[in-house]
């Protein structure tokens, strides 16, 4: 009997050593996957990258929400970090439909020629169409950036333009009397090509 209750013993120490170097094992591999975590958002290639998902994959309407999901992957990012970051990134916020925000990123497209063709006029980025009915076009652009392209007509074409009407992601554009579709679209090419 008193063999067992030694066995025992040494058994129960085992099985202490054992869970011991169970949770030793556990806590160096969480500590060393926090260090890995934390290299990889200092670098700043990366950490540009997993925010550039974030925008492109989800609905973000402030930096608190970013923060928020990177601190859910386990990426702790300061503020001000981000803040630069959007920046560098040129991020902008838009306005959606049910009067909320969203961030958006810059869509990264060859500038536009002054060959004056459709296709040229809308690899830019900002504007998605440009579509005639008779001599006045319409231009549809992303959401939030009509007034200002509106705006850059009306001020840099004056020659062309008698004006425009813009809303958020549409504007109208009405040509001077005797000015062709063929000017106009010369004339959007060239104020777009100045942005550049």
């Not at 556990?26 to 550039?52: D, G, H, P, W």
């Not at 990264?108 to 809308?122: A, E, F, M, R």
Request: net charge positive.
């Amino acid at each position: 009997m008193y063999k067992k209750q030694i066995n025992r013993e040494i058994l129960n120490k085992y099985q202490i050593i054992l869970i011991k170097s169970i949770v030793i094992c556990k806590i160096r591999c969480t500590f060393v996957e926090n260090i890995n975590n934390y290299a990889f958002m200092k670098n700043k290639r990366n950490r540009l990258q997993i925010i550039s998902e974030i925008l492109r994959t989800t609905v973000v309407g402030s930096q608190e929400e970013i923060l928020k999901i990177l601190s859910e992957r386990q990426c702790e990012v300061t503020q001000a970090t981000l803040s630069r970051d959007l920046k560098l990134l040129k991020v902008a916020k838009t306005p959606l439909s049910n009067g909320a925000y969203k961030y958006i990123l810059p869509s990264y497209n060859k500038p536009l020629l002054n060959s004056g063709s459709l296709n040229t006029l809308i690899a830019h980025g900002a504007v998605l169409s440009l579509e005639f009915s008779g001599q006045l076009a319409v231009v549809k652009t992303k959401p939030g950036y009509a007034s200002a392209i509106a705006w850059d007509i009306d001020n840099k074409a004056t020659d062309n333009v008698l004006g425009t009407i813009a809303g958020d992601d549409t504007i109208l554009v009405i040509p001077r009397e005797g000015v062709t579709r063929e000017d106009i679209l010369e004339m959007m090419n060239i104020t777009f090509s100045e942005k550049e």
